[in-house]
């Protein structure tokens, strides 16, 4: 009877917790349509590197997606099980609390595997292989944006003017370029024809001038004229998100070895490593919160509190709000030095911990949860409260 049950309580999450991963991570891709269709117009870039560029970022939205969808499910099961009675039936049968949340532990315990294994090693590989596809495809479709007769600021610290570009093979012609990278000295270079290539191996870009001639006024009044024959210049590209990825490498990219090799190098120069530890601790942290919401999901979904519709979806995103907003504060801190870095991870987890399980206990015990009942009474107030603290923010 009791695998009966679990099962049941199990497939009631199951659904919830599989939609709500869908509909999130949809609404989360909607913020890449521009640059999906900038991908596909500006580049003309194919369908498969653009299903490739999803799927590279797919993981920095579900390390997310998934605690939030975790906690919803929870709710929405609980809640509706409370709604028809059958939480009553169930402890009427004999059965605890602490029973029915067997199959909440067993479903966390597959949320936060498959969170781990994303934020440890597929969110550091999509991070810097989306980065990388986004560059290769800048500098391999870098003579696209240029246009003939205008002068060209695509590139960083470099003025490029190409009288004519043939369309075929995107052979420049009749060129002109005022490079700036050096503040000392100002080179202008002129060229008969050139050609952008790009190297698969090390990813620079470079232009390959023919048959021209670089003027470069130096100090002291000097003035010298270098002929050439065949002249190259590596470009680097002016957006900062098409840089070398692997050059630039962010903490996202990085994986948990590499983290801790940058703390202990940043320790042994006497700077900060607040910031490096902070991130490292987070790839555990995050998914840690999933056991955090199995506490608070199951008795706020059994409490009967329900006065509006999508209860359950609105306590889910108010209980996600209050931990991204104490997270964040903890995190800031932890940064200034003001408290211990792993303390400021780890303590919005043990704080909602703590909330967790008095409010588990409570329900547990049939106890009423006076906190609950008062945030019902002000559920008005605290929301003309923040739409008040928004609508300054706008202004």
Request: proline share 3%; hydrophobic share 45%.
């Amino acid at each position: 009877m009791t695998k009966i049950i679990n099962t049941y309580l199990f497939k009631e999450m199951a659904v919830p917790f599989i939609l709500t991963i869908v509909i999130l991570t949809i609404t989360s891709l909607l913020s890449k349509v521009l640059k999906l269709i900038e991908l596909i117009v500006n580049h003309g870039v194919g369908i498969f590197t653009v299903i490739k560029f999803i799927m590279f970022v797919l993981p920095s939205f579900l390390i997310y997606i998934i605690p939030i969808s975790f906690l919803i499910a929870v709710l929405i099961a609980y809640n509706r099980l409370s709604s028809d009675c059958e939480i009553t039936a169930l402890k009427a049968s004999g059965i605890s609390i602490t029973r029915m949340s067997k199959p909440v532990l067993f479903m966390a315990l597959i949320a936060y595997s498959i969170s781990l294994f994303l934020t440890i090693y597929a969110f550091p590989f999509g991070s810097l292989s989306s980065r990388r596809l986004l560059y290769e495809i800048a500098r391999s479709k870098a003579s696209i944006g240029l246009k003939e007769q205008v002068f060209n600021d695509a590139f960083d610290g470099l003025i490029l003017y190409a009288n004519r570009i043939r369309p075929d093979d995107g052979m420049l012609g009749d060129i002109f370029i005022s490079d700036q990278r050096d503040e000392n000295d100002t080179n202008v270079v002129t060229a008969k024809t050139g050609v952008i290539s790009s190297d698969q191996q090390t990813m620079n870009i470079t232009l390959r001038l023919f048959d021209g001639t670089m003027h470069r006024a130096e100090k002291k009044g000097l003035y010298k004229t270098i002929n050439f024959t065949i002249y190259d210049i590596n470009l680097g590209l002016k957006d900062e998100k098409t840089k070398n990825p692997d050059i630039a490498k962010k903490n996202r990219d990085l994986t948990v070895s590499q983290l801790k090799k940058k703390i202990d190098n940043i320790k042994r120069t006497g700077d900060n490593p607040a910031p490096y530890i902070i991130d490292l601790h987070k790839r555990f942290a995050l998914p840690a919160s999933i056991f955090v919401f199995s506490l608070l999901g199951v008795p706020l979904g059994i409490q009967r509190v329900r006065t509006t519709k999508f209860t359950s979806f609105s306590v889910g995103l108010g209980i996600i709000l209050f931990y991204y907003i104490l997270s964040t504060a903890l995190e800031s801190s932890g940064e200034k030095g003001l408290i211990n870095p792993i303390a400021s991870v780890w303590g919005s987890n043990i704080i909602m911990a703590a909330i967790g399980l008095h409010i588990f206990y409570k329900t547990a015990k049939d106890s009423p949860i006076k906190s609950l009942a008062w945030l019902e009474e002000k559920k008005d107030s605290i929301l003309n409260v923040f739409k008040q603290i928004f609508y300054k923010e706008s202004k």
